[in-house]
């Protein structure tokens, strides 16, 4: 069976929503313990490419996670500036999914070309980074 664009769109939509309808923790102590969840952030240098990743938020053993956090890190590591486009609930599993979603935009690892078609489905999906 050949499948149009539209049905691969739908089946990725679909799949999305049974992934956003599933779990948003992991086994470790912070998940179990109900004082942390996962999000899928989005952040990006200005004019450059964007970063799908996951991160841990919430405390956990008096240590408090922000995306925030996650945002420095990122910086320090690539040595560019970076800018939290916004963040959606998610898990390991959602993450793989964008990353196979916009795989066509792939530069290297979990880096995206910021062509239009990503930063729209950001911008309609997110909480917003601000
Ligand atoms: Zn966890």
Redesign the pocket.
Known sequence: MVLTEQSRTQRLERRARRIDAGKT????M??RGGH?E?VVYFMREPDGPVKIGIT?VGAYDATVFTVEQRRRSVERASGRRMVLLGTVPGSRARETDLHRRFAHLRTVGEWFRPAPELLDYIASTTAGGH
């Open positions: 923790t992991c086994r470790c912070g998940c942390m996962i841990h």
